[in-house]
């Protein structure tokens, strides 16, 4: 996972004439509208979301500075790039709409340092520390402005007053990222909206928009806005590190290994084979990783284990003035610019920079790639990891790495994720795999091969239909279609559709919005995926027989797909997962280990940062010190090793990121400390003392049944519900049941409990709890609900944001109860606002295609401790017939928000934080007479 940065989807709409101000560069791409800020940086954003509905485009079409948008219920958008930044929107056929949302998304290149301005507010700081509660801002008002840390500017104007906007800080749900957004409603009396995005502050951020730019970074390509422990103050401090340097990585004892990196004797005492390769093994109910001479071998690999271009080189191109020293591109520091002619004078590195300061021009990369291997064997560590490149230092010191080819190009709206069907595609990929692949099928070094990284597999059944009939993919959709339907009426019926013919689906976006539609595409899918993998296997065992393929570099929320975990793992020999975590979800590991059929895992990316305690940003698992961030390693890397079927681990990133970010991003790279040395070539000394006691006892949990190390920290624990509980509804008789907030008509059964442990958002759950009773009719689904809550009836949020504030959400499914992982299409999370006034947009049904009435009422405790819910959700709009006996997966959670705040916390009756996406850890409920 590397730090996500959100680049979300926006627009603007301008409702009066403005003077000309100063344009950012905007243009129309196939995500919308892309605006570049020259020293900022780029910003795709993207089109209106239209409400209700939260309806997306189905189907794009750019010509230039204009683009045709077309969405459900074939509603059209016109947009029109003009002069001075300005978009123009005309909407038609759009009397359903009643306003549209629009959002930008922004990450630590901007918030560090930065100011915002919303409305006729002051400009304001980003916080350093992720805040007690998420929302920086809830308001209506006009008017948002962005300066980053050195003066640059972004801004949006002219909607009006009244519009809602939001700027969250998403470290709540561990992104190191920001988002705003705006909610306008639609004026259908408007011929035109506009939209202007501009470099001129509005409000009170223009008098404190600096007239200077400010230098930012330091001469050794340090911050200057803080002080941490380790910073270079001048060149002597480089000097005496080289002086000491000999005397501290002497002083690390790691244990005896093999010339692989394994385990000396392990071959013999476990009565295994050598092959000469790299393989995978199952003994003793353990997979194992086995080295060419026949020893074990826990992969411990460093990802990016390069430099100069490497995650710690930066673009420096239209912004130089932030910097207080850049050297000429010849001279001394020559060897820290970029080595490509095209970046060559756009990218540099103050790493190599200070390379050069410590030991001299005359020093090579390949020298300093040396010194570094020899510095992380002393730690422990024996692998090269992803994104490393080649370097002969890699050969002469005799250390395994991991390998990559790809399959390329990608299917537009599928993050890296090429098109299996297309012959040109497959025939160019293997015409580059028969050159690269036989020149590697021999070499002993090499464990395995990557074939991408962090792909979209989950946005196949949502892509693929909206594509123009061009693509392989699409043809083959309409082909699978056309051969599952025999008539084009059955198949509009099924899709809720009205088309003339099967030819017309080529170009058309199809919306997937009915259960033959979802079942389609899932069969689809698999289609696509089996096809998929079959090739990368077929194709790469034509040119090397010898080496494992180790997949895709998956990322959590993909993996938690059963299809595409039984299908790689019918494919790969090892399953690759970018596995960023606090603590180690065994469940959920476990689930993706069945799904494959058994194969062993490789956890291929992860890392932890302690910005306070670093030159760059903290990230998304961020811990207080950097010893503190070893121990997390500790927990990460002996847990994998406990599991039985994990054979190695990935540490993203040999070196920090640039502290104005990662080169080829250019001005919005990510910028985290990630690496087990700073940019000043300084190691990270407590950190790495916790690394190196992992890797001492490492085999003794691996093969010896060694409890591994669990750090008390309560982030750590790992997992949802450890058991599924069960409740019962009772029936009733139909009508007998009045929604006032009484209990009156209520079976007479014990409550069922939610208690404060149950916290799975928010530091403490102290004063938050509530107790439940659940009953049924033929019509409905009844809830009533005793929340006890310190501040309660605090929701002022609306349709499906009203998660956002007090309240009750309800996670139910009919189909499919004991599969695991992603929600299937029946499933449904209710949202039940918790507050009096109770109008239109007080509850909603995510997904839903027409929201249903339900009756719903809050009654405040007379103590003011809290509320009653009463609530009757009809069965229909759960698309579910209930009869006496019947089982569905059911689960419950208790939202709170301060007073005049969003929310901060939540409790679950039986599963976790991510109930919204998987429905693993859902409860059962059973409907009883």
Same mark, same amino acid.
């Given at each position: 996972m590397k730090i996500k940065v959100l680049m979300a989807i926006f627009a603007v709409a301008l409702f009066l004439v403005m003077d000309a101000v100063s344009a950012a560069d905007v243009s129309l791409n196939d995500n919308g509208i892309a605006v570049t800020v020259k020293g900022m940086g780029g910003f795709n954003l993207g089109y209106p979301v239209l409400q209700p509905g939260d309806l997306k485009p189905l189907q794009k079409k750019v010509s230039g500075k204009q683009a045709d948008v077309t969405y459900a219920k074939d509603i059209k958008v016109h947009l029109e790039v003009v002069d001075g930044g300005k978009v123009n929107m005309k909407f038609s056929n759009a009397s359903a709409v009643k306003n549209f949302r629009l959002d930008i998304g922004f990450g630590a290149q901007l918030a560090d340092g930065g100011t915002w301005t919303i409305g006729?507010?002051?400009?304001?700081?980003?916080?350093?520390?992720?805040?007690?509660k998420p929302h920086l801002y809830q308001g209506n008002s006009g008017g948002f402005t962005l300066i980053d840390a050195a003066g640059h500017i972004l801004s949006v104007t002219g909607f009006p007053d009244y519009a809602y906007q939001e700027l969250t800080d998403l470290r709540e749900w561990g992104n190191k990222a920001y988002a705003w957004k705006v909610t306008v409603p639609y004026n259908p009396g408007w011929e035109v909206h506009s939209i202007v995005v501009s470099e001129k502050p509005h409000g009170a951020a223009a008098t404190a928009a600096p007239t200077t730019v400010k230098v930012q970074v330091d001469r050794f390509g340090q911050t200057t806005r803080k002080d941490f422990p380790g910073k270079v103050k001048d060149e002597a401090d480089l000097k005496a590190d080289v002086a000491n340097e000999a005397a501290y990585w002497a =002083?690390?004892?790691?244990?005896?290994?093999?010339?692989?990196?394994?385990?000396?004797? =392990? +071959?013999?005492?476990?009565?295994?084979?050598?092959?000469?390769?790299?393989?995978?093994?199952?003994?003793?109910?353990?997979?194992?990783?086995?080295?060419?001479?026949?020893?074990?071998?826990?992969?411990?690999?460093?990802?990016?284990?390069?430099?100069?271009?490497?995650?710690?080189?930066?673009?420096?191109?239209?912004?130089?003035?932030?910097?207080?020293?850049?050297?000429?591109?010849?001279?001394?520091?020559?060897?820290?610019?970029?080595?490509?002619?095209?970046?060559?004078?756009? !990218?540099?590195?103050?790493?190599?920079? $200070?390379?050069?300061?410590?030991?001299?021009?005359?020093?090579?990369?390949?020298? #300093?790639?040396?010194?570094?291997?020899?510095? !992380?064997?002393?730690?422990?560590?024996?692998?090269?990891?992803?994104? =490393?490149?080649?370097?002969?230092?890699?050969?002469?010191?005799?250390?395994?790495?991991?390998?990559?080819?790809?399959? $390329?190009?990608?299917?537009?709206?599928?993050?890296?994720?090429?098109?299996?069907?297309?012959?040109?595609?497959?025939?160019?990929?293997?015409?580059?795999?028969?050159? +690269?692949?036989?020149?590697?099928?021999?070499?002993?070094?090499?464990?395995?091969?990557?074939?991408? $990284?962090?792909?979209?597999?989950?946005?196949?059944?949502?892509?693929?239909p909206q594509l123009p009939g061009k693509h392989a993919a699409k043809k083959k959709l309409v082909e699978m279609l056309q051969k599952k339907y025999p008539t084009i009426a059955e198949f509009n019926t099924a899709w809720n559709l009205q088309v003339a013919d099967f030819a017309a689906l080529a170009d058309k976006g199809l919306p997937v919005s009915t259960k033959a539609a979802y079942a389609d595409m899932q069969e689809y899918t698999e289609l696509f995926l089996d096809t998929y993998f079959k090739f990368l296997t077929e194709t790469f065992r034509k040119y090397d027989k010898n080496h494992l393929m180790v997949s895709n570099r998956w990322q959590p929320g993909t993996a938690n797909n059963e299809a595409l975990c039984r299908i790689a793992g019918k494919y790969m020999?090892?399953?690759?997962?970018?596995?960023?975590?606090?603590?180690? %979800?065994?469940?959920?590991?476990?689930?993706?280990?069945?799904?494959?059929?058994? +194969?062993?895992?490789?956890?291929?990316?992860?890392?932890?940062?302690?910005?306070?305690?670093?030159?760059?940003?903290?990230?998304?698992? %961020?811990?207080?010190?950097?010893?503190?961030?070893?121990?997390?390693?500790?927990?990460?890397?002996?847990?994998?090793?406990?599991?039985?079927?994990?054979?190695?681990?990935?540490?993203?990133?040999?070196?920090?990121?640039?502290?104005?970010?990662?080169?080829?991003s250019k001005l919005n790279g990510e910028r985290a400390n990630s690496g087990l040395f700073?940019?000043?070539?300084?190691?990270?000394?407590?950190?790495?003392?916790?690394?190196?006691?992992?890797?001492?006892?490492?085999?003794?949990?691996?093969?010896?049944?060694?409890?591994?190390?669990?750090?008390?920290?309560?982030?750590?624990?790992?997992?949802?519900?450890?058991?599924?509980? #069960?409740?019962?509804?009772?029936?009733?008789?139909?009508?007998?049941?009045?929604?006032?907030?009484?209990?009156?008509?209520?079976?007479?059964?014990?409550?069922?409990?939610?208690?404060?442990?149950?916290l799975v958002e928010g530091k403490d759950g102290k004063g938050l709890e509530g107790s439940f009773k659940v009953a049924w009719d033929t019509d409905n689904l009844y809830l009533l609900i005793n929340v006890t809550d310190p501040t309660p009836l605090n929701n002022t949020a609306q349709g499906d944001k009203l998660w956002n504030g007090d309240g009750v959400e309800l996670f139910i499914g009919s189909e499919k109860l004991d599969q695991p992982g992603t929600l299937l299409f029946s499933d449904r999370q209710v949202l039940l606002a918790g507050r009096t006034d109770i109008k239109p947009g007080s509850t909603h049904i995510v997904n839903a295609a027409k929201q249903p009435e339900i009756r719903l009422i809050n009654v405040p405790s007379v103590d003011g401790s809290g509320y009653t819910m009463e609530a009757a959700i009809p069965w229909a709009a759960l698309d579910v017939k209930p009869v006496e006996g019947m089982d569905l997966i059911f689960d419950m959670a208790i939202d709170d928000a301060p007073q005049g705040g969003s929310r901060t916390r939540q409790i679950m009756w039986n599963g976790g934080e991510k109930n919204s996406s998987d429905r693993s850890y859902w409860g059962r409920l059973k409907l009883v007479r």
């Open positions: 006729k507010g002051q400009p304001q700081t980003f916080p350093v520390e992720k805040p007690a =002083s690390y004892k790691p244990i005896p290994v093999d010339k692989w990196g394994g385990l000396p004797g =392990s +071959k013999e005492k476990l009565g295994l084979n050598s092959t000469g390769f790299f393989r995978v093994e199952k003994k003793n109910d353990r997979w194992l990783l086995i080295n060419p001479d026949g020893n074990v071998t826990f992969h411990l690999g460093i990802c990016v284990f390069s430099y100069n271009p490497g995650d710690e080189a930066t673009y420096i191109k239209d912004r130089r003035d932030i910097y207080e020293w850049l050297p000429p591109l010849d001279g001394e520091f020559a060897d820290a610019w970029h080595p490509d002619k095209w970046w060559h004078d756009q !990218v540099f590195s103050f790493y190599s920079a $200070n390379v050069i300061r410590k030991y001299g021009k005359e020093t090579t990369k390949d020298q #300093q790639i040396a010194r570094l291997i020899d510095r !992380v064997r002393a730690v422990g560590f024996n692998a090269i990891g992803a994104f =490393s490149g080649s370097s002969r230092a890699f050969v002469d010191k005799h250390i395994p790495r991991m390998s990559g080819v790809g399959f $390329n190009p990608e299917l537009p709206g599928i993050r890296g994720v090429a098109d299996p069907f297309d012959e040109e595609t497959r025939k160019k990929t293997e015409e580059i795999w028969a050159e +690269k692949l036989p020149k590697q099928a021999d070499d002993p070094l090499i464990i395995g091969f990557f074939f991408a $990284n962090e792909q979209g597999f989950e946005d196949i059944p949502r892509a693929v020999d090892v399953i690759s997962i970018n596995y960023y975590t606090w603590g180690v %979800d065994k469940n959920f590991i476990e689930r993706l280990y069945k799904w494959t059929g058994g +194969k062993p895992q490789m956890w291929s990316e992860f890392y932890y940062t302690s910005g306070i305690e670093s030159n760059v940003a903290a990230g998304g698992l %961020d811990m207080k010190s950097q010893q503190a961030r070893g121990e997390a390693y500790r927990q990460y890397v002996e847990q994998a090793a406990a599991l039985g079927f994990v054979v190695g681990v990935e540490w993203f990133t040999l070196i920090d990121q640039a502290v104005t970010g990662r080169w080829f700073n940019t000043c070539d300084r190691p990270y000394d407590t950190c790495l003392r916790e690394m190196a006691k992992s890797h001492e006892v490492l085999y003794d949990v691996l093969l010896n049944g060694k409890k591994p190390f669990t750090l008390e920290d309560p982030r750590f624990a790992g997992g949802a519900g450890k058991t599924r509980k #069960q409740v019962q509804a009772g029936s009733v008789p139909a009508g007998s049941i009045k929604i006032d907030g009484m209990a009156d008509g209520w079976p007479g059964r014990p409550p069922e409990r939610v208690t404060n442990d149950r």
